[in-house]
């Protein structure tokens, strides 16, 4: 009877996600933090924190592409950087698309992910590909405590830092402050990126106030491009020794990078161009 009511519970839990989500249910699970749910509708994949946002996506075709928009938008420091050959640190893990796609196009970088929820890890191995690479390190730990931890003993280790702490809500407190902040310009290179998926518009209170930090932080080097028909929006603050970029070359760098991975560089670069009227020109000359 017990294995009975264990069947008939599953079944209707499926039919229940499905409505939710206008998906097939395939894995759900528990953790302190939450509920867990990984749909599949179309061919793709998605890890879901029980509610309709997407945490992180995959085409199961194609298990290397950024699949959600978001993501995509997230590859625009590519115009800034012509390869990535040392070491990246990503807060927050998902299902693992940004860290398979930067394993996957840079074979000569060091990726390490700092991911809260040890489950999260669990899920990505076993539901999005998170590969077993020499070349990855995932450290579970709260990505704040990390940071911290971290620069007890180093600095100027990364040239590359992307912040995409979400839990089901909205942005993860802890990385939303000015602290850590500037503890991650503190471990980035004198040449390095700082990439972050912000959550809401431009008018949001959470989202003025990352703005004002990093501008101060970053001493206005700072751009923001909004994600198409999302409420994202990614910031990219650029550290002391990054140069100024002639916007003539970012076009061109644009298109070859669009043929390569089929990922909308030039679209971006123009939304860049759009939105930054006040502070382009710290970062790009025309």
């Known amino acids: 009877m017990p294995h009975t009511q264990d069947k008939k519970f599953r079944q209707l839990l499926s039919q229940h996600t499905m409505y939710k989500y206008d998906g097939l249910l395939i894995h759900h699970e528990f953790d302190d933090q939450g509920v867990m749910e990984v749909v599949e509708c179309d061919g793709v994949r998605s890890l879901h924190f029980g509610s309709l946002p997407r945490q992180s996506s995959m085409l199961l075709s194609d298990p290397n592409q950024l699949y959600l928009e978001y993501a995509r938008t997230m590859a625009i420091w590519m115009l800034f950087k012509e390869t990535l050959n040392d070491d990246a640190l990503l807060i927050g893990l998902g299902g693992g698309s940004i860290a398979k796609h930067l394993l996957h196009q840079f074979p000569d970088c060091q990726v390490k992910v700092v991911e809260y929820r040890k489950s999260v890890v669990k899920i990505a191995r076993s539901h999005f590909g998170l590969p077993l690479d020499s070349r990855l390190k995932v450290v579970v730990d709260d990505g704040a405590e990390y940071v911290r931890k971290r620069l007890d003993s180093e600095r100027e280790l990364y040239s590359l830092i992307m912040v995409d702490a979400f839990d089901h809500v909205g942005m993860a407190d802890a990385v939303c402050n000015l602290e850590f902040f500037e503890r991650c310009q503190q471990l980035l290179k004198k040449d390095g990126l700082l ?7 431009v008018r949001r209170p959470q989202f003025q106030q990352i703005a004002l930090w990093l501008g101060k932080l970053f ?7 909004p994600v198409q028909g999302r409420g994202n929006i990614i910031g990219l603050a650029f550290n002391s020794a990054t140069p100024v970029y002639a916007l003539k070359d970012l076009r061109t760098r644009a298109i070859v990078l669009e043929q390569l991975h089929q990922i909308e560089f030039t679209r971006f670069l123009k939304d860049l161009v759009k939105h930054n009227a006040s502070v382009l020109k710290n970062i790009i000359y025309k």
């Open 219 to 225: 001493n206005w080097k700072l751009l923001f491009v």
């Open 195 to 201: 990439i972050i998926n912000c959550w809401g518009g």
